[in-house]
């Protein structure tokens, strides 16, 4: 009986023993579990900052004048003001969209105008060398067309009848010795040479052909072509050396364009052309730059430089004016973004870096060469990031754009000592007014491109109503409302005393 009570009691202890484990092992983790929890949650925040980067921050969370949330900054983050944050949502519904930066071939066309002259390399003037008289014309008018070997015009000269005579004595002589002594044959070839020599210098050879007669030499034209100018009269007596016609071949033309003198160093010799006329406007005729003028032209500011084109069926005409568009732009990739990503303030040029969805980064640029559609970057973006390329905020909201843009030009921020400072202060920091809203009429859209308005008072600059002139941040904000409309605007103050106007629209009822 006793060994069964202590093996009762025994088992109630070993039970007792096991149910404290139990109770204080699931307390001790209960416990745990809030410790660390705590831990992950132990972060400090420090304040909160306008999602725009501007320069103010809250100690508890608000909403910027967009509506947009101030982001949370935490101890031991990042605390940039350069960076734009944007929920997802809002990036969708402004339309914002990116291109990578990216190596391409800048390829880029100068528009230039200039005129069609004839190819000095395809003409030729016919100058008889020795004096004589025309005798007959076979091309009598200017501008006629001719084919190489037609004949041109017959003259009779009495010094080339004797050479001629000489010529063709030396050669019987030289035929009736072919028995004689070599001496008298080397004596007969040497005269039968020098008349030869003679005639050869006179350019009688090429002037006539075997069967003319020899009385009379006819001149042939050399080249196909058109005649350009003929001073050859029948009967009339010419001196050596006198240009009787001139001949071109239209085949092959120079256009001789204008290039100012801020774009000659992007123009190559080589370059690829395309070349419009007025009287073909549906026809493009391609040529090639083969030569750039040593000389300025002091009064209108140009350098001349030659494209050469061909002239299919002589559609093209010496003296037509001609516009040419030029291929010009570096050989070889280079880094680019598209144009419509460069924010130019004039003093510097940024594009914005999309760091994440919903994050992006002002970054200043050096820019280099340009195309139409792209610009090359020398510094401040790397191959693959990605750039906005398109949307509405920016302009909606450019005062906001342009404080943030400042921060990074900033030589004095505030210290992240001094930031929790404000995080700490019992009251929170007045918001500093950016845009400011305005009603009135839009008066005229200046040829300037500023507009006049008759506004009403704006109680936030303290303004009476008066009619003022204003810029606009883009000329798009106008298209559509006409002059004398009811109208509701935005203004900032982009630099001290100027005031631009960043948002526009008619008001209901309005044109």
Same mark, same amino acid.
């Given at each position: 009986?006793?060994?069964?009570?202590?093996?009762?009691?025994?088992?109630?202890?070993?039970?007792?023993?096991?149910?404290?484990?139990y109770?204080?092992?699931?307390?001790?983790?209960?416990?745990?579990?809030?410790?660390?929890? @705590?831990?992950?949650?132990?972060?400090?925040?420090?304040?909160?900052?306008?999602?725009?980067?501007?320069?103010d921050?809250s100690?508890?969370?608000k909403?910027?004048?967009?509506?947009?949330?101030?982001?949370?900054?935490?101890e031991?983050?990042?605390?940039?003001?350069?960076?734009?944050?944007?929920?997802?949502?809002?990036?969708?519904?402004?339309?914002?969209?990116?291109?990578?930066?990216?190596?391409?071939?800048?390829?880029?066309t100068?528009?230039?105008?200039?005129?069609?002259?004839?190819?000095?390399?395809?003409?030729?003037?016919?100058s008889p060398?020795?004096d004589?008289w025309?005798?007959?014309l076979?091309?009598n008018?200017?501008? +006629?067309?001719?084919?190489k070997?037609? !004949?041109?015009?017959?003259?009779?000269?009495?010094?080339?009848?004797?050479?001629?005579?000489?010529?063709?004595?030396?050669?019987?002589?030289?035929?009736s010795?072919?028995? @004689?002594?070599?001496?008298?044959?080397?004596?007969?070839?040497?005269?039968?040479?020098?008349?030869?020599?003679?005639?050869k210098?006179?350019?009688?050879?090429?002037?006539?052909?075997?069967?003319?007669?020899? %009385?009379?030499?006819?001149?042939?034209?050399p080249?196909?072509g058109?005649?350009l /100018?003929k001073?050859?009269?029948?009967?009339?007596?010419?001196?050596?050396?006198?240009?009787?016609?001139q001949?071109a071949?239209?085949?092959?033309?120079?256009?001789?364009?204008?290039?100012?003198?801020?774009?000659?160093?992007?123009?190559?010799?080589?370059?690829?052309?395309?070349?419009?006329?007025?009287?073909? !406007?549906e026809?493009?005729?391609?040529?090639?730059?083969?030569?750039?003028?040593?000389?300025?032209?002091?009064?209108?500011?140009?350098?001349?430089?030659?494209? /050469?084109?061909?002239?299919p069926?002589?559609?093209?005409?010496?003296?037509?004016?001609?516009?040419?568009?030029?291929?010009?732009?570096?050989?070889?990739?280079?880094l680019?973004?598209?144009?419509?990503?460069?924010?130019?303030?004039?003093?510097?040029?940024?594009?914005?870096?999309?760091?994440?969805?919903?994050?992006?980064?002002?970054?200043?640029?050096?820019?280099g %060469?340009?195309?139409?559609?792209?610009?090359?970057?020398?510094?401040?973006?790397?191959?693959?990031?990605?750039?906005?390329?398109?949307?509405?905020?920016?302009?909606?909201?450019?005062?906001?754009?342009?404080a943030?843009?400042?921060?990074?030009?900033?030589?004095?921020?505030?210290?992240?000592?001094?930031?929790?400072a404000?995080?700490?202060?019992?009251?929170?920091?007045k +918001?500093?007014?950016?845009?400011?809203?305005?009603?009135?009429?839009?008066n005229?859209?200046?040829?300037?491109?500023?507009v006049?308005?008759?506004?009403q008072?704006i !109680?936030?600059?303290?303004?009476?109503?008066?009619?003022?002139?204003? @810029?606009?941040t883009?000329?798009?904000?106008?298209a559509?409302?006409k002059?004398? %409309?009811?109208i509701?605007?935005?203004?900032?103050?982009?630099?001290?005393? /100027?005031?631009?106007?960043?948002?526009l +629209?008619?008001?209901?009822?309005?044109?």
């Amino acid at each position: 009986m006793n060994s069964i009570v202590k093996i009762i009691i025994g088992a109630l202890l070993l039970l007792g023993v096991a149910s404290a484990g139990y109770w204080f092992g699931t307390h001790s983790n209960s416990a745990s579990q809030p410790t660390s929890g @705590a831990a992950k949650t132990e972060r400090k925040l420090l304040y909160y900052r306008n999602p725009m980067g501007l320069p103010d921050t809250s100690p508890v969370p608000k909403k910027d004048a967009m509506g947009m949330d101030y982001v949370a900054v935490y101890e031991g983050e990042d605390t940039s003001t350069t960076q734009l944050s944007i929920s997802t949502d809002k990036v969708q519904k402004l339309g914002v969209k990116s291109e990578a930066a990216a190596m391409r071939e800048l390829k880029r066309t100068l528009r230039v105008t200039g005129r069609i002259e004839i190819n000095e390399r395809h003409t030729y003037a016919i100058s008889p060398k020795f004096d004589g008289w025309v005798e007959h014309l076979y091309v009598n008018t200017t501008g +006629q067309v001719v084919s190489k070997g037609q !004949p041109l015009f017959d003259v009779y000269s009495p010094e080339l009848v004797s050479a001629q005579r000489e010529h063709t004595l030396a050669l019987q002589g030289l035929a009736s010795l072919k028995d @004689a002594g070599a001496d008298a044959q080397a004596s007969m070839q040497q005269l039968a040479d020098a008349s030869s020599a003679r005639l050869k210098n006179w350019d009688i050879a090429s002037a006539t052909k075997q069967g003319d007669d020899p %009385s009379r030499v006819t001149f042939r034209a050399p080249i196909s072509g058109v005649v350009l /100018e003929k001073k050859a009269v029948q009967g009339m007596r010419f001196m050596s050396g006198e240009t009787l016609y001139q001949i071109a071949d239209l085949s092959s033309l120079w256009v001789i364009a204008e290039v100012n003198e801020q774009d000659i160093a992007q123009v190559r010799t080589g370059s690829q052309a395309q070349v419009t006329v007025d009287a073909y !406007p549906e026809r493009t005729f391609d040529g090639k730059l083969d030569f750039i003028y040593p000389t300025l032209n002091n009064a209108t500011r140009t350098v001349q430089v030659r494209i /050469e084109i061909s002239n299919p069926k002589g559609m093209l005409k010496p003296a037509m004016f001609a516009n040419a568009q030029i291929n010009v732009g570096k050989s070889g990739k280079v880094l680019t973004v598209p144009s419509s990503a460069v924010i130019d303030s004039g003093n510097s040029q940024v594009v914005l870096v999309r760091l994440a969805e919903g994050r992006f980064e002002p970054r200043a640029v050096t820019l280099g %060469s340009r195309s139409d559609n792209y610009v090359e970057v020398l510094s401040g973006v790397a191959e693959g990031e990605q750039v906005v390329t398109s949307a509405n905020f920016l302009l909606d909201s450019e005062s906001n754009l342009k404080a943030a843009l400042s921060g990074m030009s900033t030589p004095t921020q505030q210290s992240q000592g001094e930031q929790t400072a404000q995080s700490k202060s019992p009251s929170p920091q007045k +918001q500093t007014t950016v845009g400011h809203q305005a009603q009135g009429t839009l008066n005229t859209i200046n040829d300037d491109g500023t507009v006049s308005i008759t506004h009403q008072a704006i !109680p936030s600059l303290k303004w009476p109503g008066m009619t003022m002139d204003f @810029a606009l941040t883009n000329s798009s904000l106008v298209a559509g409302i006409k002059p004398g %409309s009811a109208i509701s605007f935005e203004i900032v103050e982009r630099t001290p005393g /100027e005031w631009v106007i960043t948002k526009l +629209q008619a008001q209901h009822g309005g044109h």
